[in-house]
């Protein structure tokens, strides 16, 4: 299994493990590694640029758990959820629009809590 390590400027990091068997985008993510991003917040959302675009898939979805890793389709952005975004409808996450899941966070997912909008990161295979 392909595990990503997601390391925000000041040394916070989580670990995310990619779905398997890998999607058309996992592999389209994969084949960039590593790259450096920027990290916004949007509500209990971490959202950065990524360096390629994947075009919706079958499973893609708006409802989300805490812990999930997505692919944003609409502007080539990868999505850590961690709580409620402004489109939510209770506590749970939901993104914009659909979205491609691509993975998981192993582990807590409180240190996003501490990220702010500008925080440079790298995303790397671990």
């Given at each position: 299994m392909l595990t990503l390590e997601?390391?925000?400027?000041?040394?916070?990091?989580?670990?995310?493990?990619?779905?398997?068997?890998?999607?058309?985008?996992?592999k389209h993510l994969a084949t960039k590694l590593p790259f450096h991003s920027s990290a916004h917040r949007w509500g209990d959302e971490v959202y950065f640029e990524a360096p390629f675009h994947s075009d919706i898939e079958p499973d893609a979805r708006q409802d989300m758990e805490v812990g999930d890793v997505a692919f944003w389709p609409d502007g080539d952005a990868i999505a850590i959820f961690f709580g409620p975004t402004p489109v939510s409808k209770g506590h749970k996450p939901r993104a914009y629009s659909p979205c491609n899941i691509i993975g998981r966070v192993e582990g807590d997912t409180s240190v996003l809590k501490t990220i702010r909008d500008g925080t440079s990161l790298v995303v790397k295979k671990l």
């Open positions: 997601v390391e925000f400027k000041g040394g916070h990091k989580v670990l995310v493990a990619l779905r398997q068997p890998p999607t058309q985008t996992v």
